[in-house]
């Protein structure tokens, strides 16, 4: 018989089952298989780990008592193991102790399944699984449709080429060496691609413009922060970056714009990507100037810092990453 019950989004679902148990294992492949999900199974952790390097996994049915590695370890693996954001996982245990559910939370457990329980309550977990799966990976894909945008934009100009990418992964490297968690970094390098995504907003002929800036012009330039962050503000995963894409043009002496904040009312991350952007465009050609050297470029922001412009803290931390990780003389 051709399964037939499983709808259009779950369709060519995997799920891997894990039970030391031959006769669960069997019970839950047909059951499964019935409902149209195309099913792995493994008598133990080692096998599974075997089968999920292997295969591409859509959610996992773990049984937490198994001999060797147990459903809590192996879920807390498998999640280390995947590279989608998020990867769910539905522990099985025989024990309906709160106790039992705080460590398959801890683990990192996105649902519970207590023997004996009904073949509905398993299918229908697994049904809104796979559709919060599904629409994770609409917002990442939304995410990287965003990002590939921003590159793209950049290669139009052979003078900004690169420019934002390098925002990124300098901002991260300066995330890391603050001590910054990985979270975080991920959410500057995100930040530093993202951050003029405003300019697709203005007018080449404006942006690029060698000579002196008319004032409205300038307004016009200035706008990119709040074009912005209206592009992003839809993005529910880009959220987190959009006090950077508003206001990495603050000044730690409140100069700046749009809002004026000052000193440590700035977002942290805004007053990061502030100073790598600052350092970028300067170490890179421009169509009216040739690129500072390193040296130049750091005794430059050097002396801003003391006009008020960069957070003081977080500049000389840049300066001590650069000499550290680069091994430049400044
Ligand atoms: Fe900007």
Redesign the pocket.
Same mark, same amino acid.
């Given at each position: 018989m051709t399964p037939s019950r499983v709808s259009a989004e779950d369709k060519d679902a995997a799920i891997l089952v894990v039970d030391d148990h031959a006769f669960n294992l069997e019970l839950m492949e047909g059951l499964l298989y019935r409902e149209g999900y195309r099913v792995l199974t493994a008598p133990d952790a080692e096998t599974a780990l075997g089968l999920f390097r292997k295969e591409e996994v859509d959610l996992a049915i773990l049984d937490v008592m198994m001999p060797g590695m147990n459903g809590y370890d192996l879920c807390r693996k498998l999640k280390s193991m995947t590279d989608r954001r998020f990867f769910p996982v539905v522990l099985v245990t025989a024990l309906s102790e709160m106790e039992d559910k705080i460590t398959g939370l801890e683990a990192g457990a996105d649902d519970f399944l207590t023997k004996p329980f009904h073949t509905m309550e398993l299918v229908t977990k697994i049904r809104s699984l796979l559709r919060l799966r599904k629409l994770q990976s609409h917002l990442d894909h939304s995410e990287d449709v965003i990002l590939t945008l921003a590159i793209a934009i950049e290669a139009k100009d052979p003078y900004t080429k690169g420019h934002s990418e390098r925002v990124g992964s300098l901002s991260m490297e300066l995330g890391g060496f603050l001590g910054m968690s990985e979270d975080d970094r991920d959410s500057l390098f995100k930040a530093g691609v993202l /951050? *003029?995504i405003g300019k697709l907003g203005i007018e080449d002929r404006v942006l690029h413009k060698a000579e002196d800036l008319t004032d409205q012009e300038a307004k016009l330039v200035k706008d /990119?922060?709040l074009i912005g962050e209206t592009i992003c503000m839809p993005l529910s995963s880009a959220r987190h970056i959009l006090p950077v894409i508003r206001n /990495? /043009?603050e000044r730690w002496d409140g100069q700046g714009f749009p809002d004026r904040l000052k000193g440590k009312d700035i977002p942290l991350f805004a007053r990061i990507v502030a100073i790598t *952007?600052s350092f970028d465009a300067m170490v890179s050609l421009r169509p009216y100037r040739s690129p500072f050297t390193i040296d130049e470029a750091v005794g430059r922001m050097k002396a801003e810092k003391f006009l008020g412009q960069w957070d003081p803290d977080i500049l000389e931390g840049f300066i001590e990453m650069m000499k550290n990780q680069r091994g430049f003389i400044i």
């Open positions: /951050h *003029d /990119h922060v /990495h /043009h *952007d």
